[in-house]
């Protein structure tokens, strides 16, 4: 089979990998579980299903942290995995396209290239590409000619709000929420109001079925332990109670987007008028949240189609278009 050109999007809570020479993405949790031993025991979707019920020799964890890479070896043990299940089992010498947060050092930035090549992938070229401009491209952004675009990225703990013209990036903001803070907000919630411990996953669970929920005017049915009896129990819960949670954490990305609005040069808060904002990121569609940045900022709202895969989409329209190929850069100062 032909060189490939693979595009990494790490993200905390997925792993996103597009593979030029099938045309597809592959998404998974970007968890690793390992034995006590030191052997790997499961790793992405099925390290995630073992997730709060394995034994205490299996250790899961997620090798990255607010987007940096936190556990090196155990990253690049699952991009090897993720890699040689791409290829079928046959790595070859291919060419690396990673999405890279946009306000990390030189340093962090050769770190992510440090990654790839100590990987055991074979990369040929590595080329790295802004998070926020790939994220552009995948939305259908013409983000080397557009001017004033606002986007917004709700990701698994951390959430980018960046302005972008003409191909740059004018101002961006990481801050420290996104799924994992949702998740949180409705753990408490219900061990507050309802004396019931329920697990992350649970939480999760909700927050992905609240649209639905609400929709049809039904409660959410979960199972924890009661705090009070420590037994196991079912409850079912309100959906506004949930809402409400989660409206403190919204409330805290709409106050941050309204301080960059501030700061924006008058000229492109014009386009941003025109343009509305651009919301993206899996944990931007939750119930809700799009209606309250409307309310809450006076402007249009623009969701994604795929908000889970859009910076890997940007990075496929960089690797099949030669037109995108000046958005990606090499990364001096390293050796292969
Ligand atoms: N249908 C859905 N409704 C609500 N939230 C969802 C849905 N699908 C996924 N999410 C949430 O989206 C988050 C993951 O999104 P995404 O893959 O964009 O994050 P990430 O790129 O891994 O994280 P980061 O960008 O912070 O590194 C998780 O918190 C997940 O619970
Ligand atoms: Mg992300």
Redesign the pocket.
Known sequence: MANNAYGI?L????IKIYSRNDDVILVER?MIAIENKGGVFAYGDSAFEMYEKAPGNIHISYP?CN?VIADIKNMEMLIRYFINDLSKGSIRPSDYYIAVPSDITEVEKRAFKDLLNKSGIKPRQIMVVEKTIADGLGLGIDVKNAQGILLV?V????TEISILSLGGIVLSRLIKT???RFDDAIRQVIRKEHSLIIGGKTA?GV??ELRELTKDGRNAVVYGRDIVTGLPVERSIPTPLIDGALAEQFKMIIDNVRVILERTPPELAADIYRHGIYLT???S??SNFAEMMRKGTKLGVNVADN??TSVAVGLSKIIKDANYKSVAYAIEGMSK
């Open positions: 999007d993200g905390t809570s997925n970007n990255l987007g990225n990701g698994y703990d951390t996104g799924g994992l999760e927050k992905m990121g899996g944990a569609q939750v908000p889970i």
